[in-house]
């Protein structure tokens, strides 16, 4: 497909638990956005990539938190040890450059239980 | 810091009504783009349209239109003879200059509901 990609579609893990998701953006996509949804909320930024540089990550709310993009295109969020506030929307996006509109994925959905 | 604030909660309508979602945003820089998106239940955010802060014109797309207002700081977005296919959560968005990388500080959303 020419969106962008995330999987998996729903995750649910016991709390402790490591999980990685995953984000292929739109080919070509220079820049890469992660976002956090919580539950009737707006999405809340966590960390940007420009190509495989991460140039921002001042919202990933915790050390458990990590994403890379060794490649500059698929990327992948980890979390460790998860907890329950972990449980969420994580949505990805893409854009061709820094000013141009990103384009979301359909989010994984983590249940943490 | 920047803020993006979505007044309105839940919005609901009958269908062929028409209705505006209000998005008031804060921030002290002079560069700086405005976005809409959709989220319909399926959940993902659909590109609606980017304004930048220069450009004051409003902006007509079908039976949508955005009227932006920097003397008030508001990003307004009007649907007219809306549809039930219309009901969706709608989200304002902003986003700074280039050294800030564009990130998006999204407001609270609201939910506009279409009544057959």
């Known amino acids: 497909g020419a969106g962008v990609s995330q999987s998996p579609r729903y995750k649910v893990a016991k709390r402790g638990q490591d999980v990685a998701l995953r984000c292929d953006p739109i080919?070509?996509?220079?820049?890469l956005f992660w976002y956090q949804q919580a539950l009737g909320q707006g999405p809340e930024f966590l960390t940007y990539f420009q190509n495989e540089a991460q140039l921002d990550k001042s919202g990933l709310p915790s050390d458990r938190f990590f994403a890379e993009r060794p490649e500059g295109s698929v990327s992948t969020l980890k979390i460790q040890r998860t907890q329950q506030e972990d449980s969420a929307v994580y949505l990805c996006?893409?854009?061709?450059?820094?000013?141009?509109?990103?384009?979301f994925g359909d989010g994984t959905r983590l249940s943490i239980l | 810091a920047q803020k993006v604030t979505q007044a309105q909660t839940e919005i609901s309508v009958v269908e062929k009504e028409d209705v505006t979602l209000d998005c008031v945003y804060e921030t002290r820089d002079t560069t700086y783009y405005l976005f809409w998106y959709k989220q319909p239940p399926s959940g993902e955010l659909v590109f609606l349209i980017r304004?930048?802060?220069?450009?004051?014109q409003n902006e007509i797309s079908g039976r949508y239109s955005w009227n932006f207002q920097k003397s008030t700081s508001s990003f307004n977005f009007t649907i007219t003879a809306s549809q039930v296919v219309d009901s969706a959560v709608y989200f304002c968005?902003?986003?700074?200059?280039?050294?800030?990388?564009?990130?998006?500080?999204f407001g609270e959303g609201t939910q506009l509901t279409v009544n057959p």
């Open positions: 304004r930048n802060s220069f450009d004051e």
């Open positions: 996006a893409s854009s061709l450059a820094w000013s141009s509109p990103q384009h």
């Open positions: 080919s070509g996509h220079v820049s």
């Open positions: 968005a902003l986003s700074l200059g280039e050294t800030s990388g564009s990130r998006l500080t």
